[in-house]
């Protein structure tokens, strides 16, 4: 295992951390809007749909002292998933 992580290291420049914590916020991101996308299609009811992005808040919260690229981003995302809230309604 030694051997593939220093590959990966080496083809990426040794951004893999950065790598990753773009990969952990999309992932997120694109959870967020497959949520707004059930609730628009009425796949979700309102409540469901809400009920779903406080879970999402919660796990950013509670993820984001271990993991500070959600630490950084929190703050855009609350003004993000407020805004989406409110569209929800």
């Known amino acids: 295992m030694e051997v593939a992580a220093t590959r990966c ?41 809400q009920e779903l992005v406080k879970k999402g808040r919660e796990f950013w919260r509670r993820r984001s002292g271990k993991w500070p690229a959600l630490r950084a981003t929190g703050r855009l995302h609350e003004n993000v998933l407020a805004a989406a809230s409110s569209e929800s309604v």
Do not use: H, K, W
Request: glycine share 8%.
């Open 9 to 49: 290291t080496r083809c990426t420049g040794g951004a893999l951390q950065e790598i990753n914590d773009y990969c952990l916020c999309d992932t997120l991101d694109t959870y967020f809007v497959f949520l707004r996308t059930q609730g628009a299609d009425r796949r979700l009811s309102p409540d469901q749909e």
